[in-house]
């Protein structure tokens, strides 16, 4: 890559359309309502790779191209003290959901749908205090603000890498940064961002140097272009497949189901989320790519049929996400996922949360106080 990028272009759409996209599927997977007649399109999140790691791609992207390139022309220290603010904006409001989420969950101890994880040692309020501030304890569906908080807190010595063409140092910290998830001693899902800032400060990279990455992409041929989408698609949708099989083959019951179920178990030590393993990064940049190259290719059609949807979600994404984080702690504690078995109940569930989410983004309910 050249020491600096090239020139500024503007919003790329295909990847608010993406991260909408991502969003609503974290919204149905974190709600958890199955079967809504959706799992094609989710998941349900339990897949070899799912669409969390793609939400914490494409905001890397897009943040690197908002406060790394457009800001090329400003000293240093104007993109880092944005980002430093944000990040913040993102712990203050990642410490704060965390009090309101715990105290309100005091009043519903007993009910099944109350989120697990909740503090109630309060003979102890140190210790409540200090692991809240320190981000040892977060309670509520917000905890992606932590991670956001911390990746950016560490961003602008990233960018002062990328403004001297030292995107290759950066990535290599990052790295070795990932590569000490096994000596963490938290547990791993608290020792996730560990692993996952590998993910968010890459795709920061390629931000960065989107110009220059979409420059030579132009430069090869149409024939190289056509067989590397092509190949990406078909990668993904053979993955995608296998993935799926493995996943959900126990439902076919019998002998063919438990096998499939016993290769599952096999197979999924490999693709660990909270680690973040390298198969696992290896499948989800197949799905990210071949998803933004469907996108890319559908986005006119897209934007006429779902961009009413999907850019509101993906231009308003944290403010989506937070109202998202209440929609859903709220829903469980009036009906929990497991007392619903009606397909068509599920389906009404999911879509009326998505409705409330989209709701709150077209009054911008609380917009001014939630972080967008």
């Known amino acids: 890559m050249s020491k600096k990028p090239g020139k500024i272009s503007e919003r790329i759409l295909t990847f608010d359309l993406l991260r909408g996209y991502f969003l609503v599927v974290i919204l ?10 959706l799992s094609l399109f989710t998941g349900e999140s339990i897949l070899y790779a799912s669409t969390a790691e793609g939400f914490f791609v494409v905001s890397g992207i897009i943040l690197g191209i908002i406060r790394g390139r457009k800001l090329l022309d400003k000293p240093f220290m104007v993109s880092a003290k944005l980002l430093w603010k944000r990040a913040l904006q993102l712990y203050l409001t990642s410490i704060a959901l965390t009090v309101i989420f715990t105290l309100i969950g005091q009043l519903f101890l007993n009910d099944p749908g109350l989120k697990y994880g909740i503090y109630t040692n309060w003979a102890d309020w140190g210790t409540f205090i200090w692991q809240t501030v320190s981000l040892g304890y977060t309670y509520g569906w917000a905890d992606f603000l932590k991670y956001y908080a911390i990746f950016l807190a560490f961003t602008p010595f990233v960018l002062y890498l990328l403004r001297r063409g030292w995107w290759y140092v950066g990535i290599a910290i990052s790295f070795a940064v990932w590569c000490l998830f096994p000596l963490s001693p938290l547990p791993e899902y608290q020792s996730q961002p560990i692993s996952w800032q590998l993910i968010f400060m890459s795709g920061f990279v390629i ?31 053979i993955t995608a497949a296998l993935s799926f099989g493995l996943v959900f083959g126990h439902m076919l019951g019998g002998e063919m189901g438990s096998r499939i179920d016993a290769l599952h178990h096999g197979v999924e030590q490999y693709f660990q989320k909270d680690r973040l393993s390298f198969a696992r990064i290896i499948l989800g940049a197949i799905w990210f790519w071949a998803l933004f190259v469907l996108f890319r290719r559908y986005e006119a059609w897209l934007v006429k049929k779902f961009g009413w949807l999907l850019l509101r979600f993906g231009s308003n994404s944290l403010y989506a996400y937070t109202l998202s984080a209440f929609v859903i702690f709220f829903t469980h504690l009036i009906v929990t996922p497991n007392e619903v078995d009606a397909l068509w109940l599920n389906l009404l569930i999911s879509v009326s949360a998505i409705a409330i989410v989209f709701g709150g983004i077209r009054t911008k309910f609380l917009m001014n106080i939630i972080p967008r």
């Open 28 to 37: 149905l997977n974190h709600l958890n309502f199955y079967p809504n007649g």
């Open 207 to 237: 931000g960065f140097y989107w110009e220059n990455i979409t420059t030579r992409w132009r430069s090869l041929s149409l024939q190289v272009r056509h067989g590397i989408r092509t190949g990406l698609v078909i990668a993904f949708i």
